[in-house]
């Protein structure tokens, strides 16, 4: 079984800066992606960013030039460094990993971002 585990979320003031964390209990056979997605409540889940195996990563427009996604494999941990955040930014965050044939989500992390 593969297990991630969000961490960093809390409350933020618009402008300000946030480090979310995932670590992965294990990387899975044939592992393609890790990734972040959120959920507002009342909407639904959307992608944030990605990065693969070879570090190459992609971002959602909306998150473009303000978000960063790093990873560190030796610790099994995926970053999302998040700056000038807004408050259409508030929503749980969830680190997802990808394999050829399967996918694993974490429990999900909040992130309030007050006006």
């Known amino acids: 079984q593969v297990q991630l585990v969000e961490s960093g979320g809390g409350s933020v003031q618009a402008g300000g800066s946030q480090r979310l964390s995932c670590v992965v209990s294990?990387?899975?056979?044939?592992?393609?992606?890790m990734s972040w997605y959120r959920q507002a409540p009342g909407k639904d889940r959307e992608f944030v960013s990605g990065?693969?195996?070879?570090?190459?990563?992609t971002y959602a427009d909306s998150v473009n030039g303000r978000f960063t996604t790093s990873q560190d494999t030796a610790k099994r941990t995926v970053y999302l460094q998040m700056n000038s955040l807004k408050p259409e930014d508030t929503a749980t965050y969830y680190c997802?990993?990808?394999?050829?044939?399967?996918?694993?989500w974490g429990q999900g992390t909040q992130v309030t971002v007050s006006s």
């Open positions: 997802k990993i990808s394999t050829c044939l399967s996918y694993y």
């Open positions: 990065i693969d195996s070879r570090g190459a990563t």
């Open positions: 294990r990387y899975p056979g044939c592992t393609r992606e």
